[in-house]
């Protein structure tokens, strides 16, 4: 099928936050790679155009485009970098005040670097339109004043990840698991027998069955192509998560401890004061019961005492 703007801009318009969505545009882009130009042109119009809770999605699908074409040529690589510094301009700009959506934005630029697919002096063009007077992701690992390369030790609690955020990560993952895709099945068990027999291709000798057989030899090139690139897209999904699940779990090994500590202090506490309790109940019946002493008579006034010897 050729490239279709329309087509595209329909696909962008469709395009949501899980890895299937993204790894299926990404497998299709990569696939009209001869028409970059076109497509990179048609996602920064798109780009502009779209609400700003959106634009972090275009972000992700060019990661994926970038990094996943780069096996088959720098056409993505290219014109992506003609338009990233007004994107990023454009991205960072209308998250100002959302810093969750700057790091997401600070940490793709990070693998670029940390990956090299673009050049030093052009990722830290690109770093140059963060918002200034915020933190980046590296400075803040670090205390005011040191070196950034002199990491402090944090506790797991300054970096792990809430519940919140494993679920909706291992949810996501699952749905769009290309393990799970009984779509792709479907699609691979029709995929005939020769397609993967050379030996039969030699035995055929019909220009119109070679011609049918070719047609379905680029076609199942182009889907294996496409599962490829989202089992490996979910290869390092899973990795992240399985690191998430780790640092999580070490997290909550550590408050287990807090809370095992908070507790035989608390214990401790519960015993002195059972004591004082107990010490002040006895002292408090060793007193003597005012209440059951007698009452006595008054003492006689002195002179009623006197008056009685006078008569």
Known sequence: MSFNTGSFVGKLIELNNTQHSIQTLSGWAIHHRRNAQQIVDVWFQQLTKSPKERKLLFMFLSNDI???SKRKGNEFTQEFSRVLPDALSHTYKSAVEDMKT?????????IWKEREIFG?????????????????????EAPDGA??????????????????TVIRSLINLERGSALQD??????????????WNVQAVEKITDRK??????????????????????????????????????????????????VESRLTEYQGKLQKVQAVRSQLQSHLNSLPDLTTVTTLEPLPEPGSLFGANDD
Request: aromatic residues 6%; charged residues 35%.
């Open 66 to 68: 970038i990094q996943n």
């Open 102 to 110: 700057i790091k997401q934005i600070d940490r793709i630029l990070q």
């Open 120 to 140: 030093k002096d052009f990722i830290e063009k690109l770093q140059s339109y963060r918002p200034k007077g915020l933190r980046s992701e590296q400075s803040e």
């Open 147 to 164: 070196s950034p390369t002199k990491k402090r030790i944090r506790s797991t609690s300054d970096s792990a990840p809430d519940p919140d």
């Open 182 to 195: 009984s779509r792709i099945k479907q699609q691979f068990s029709t995929i005939p027998n020769e397609v």
């Open 209 to 258: 069955r070679l011609e049918s057989l070719l047609k379905s030899v680029d076609n199942s090139y182009d889907l294996l192509s496409q599962h490829r690139i989202r089992l490996q897209t979910e290869f390092q999904e899973r990795n992240k998560v399985a690191a998430m699940l780790k640092e999580f779990v070490m997290h909550q090994k550590e408050q287990l401890r807090n």
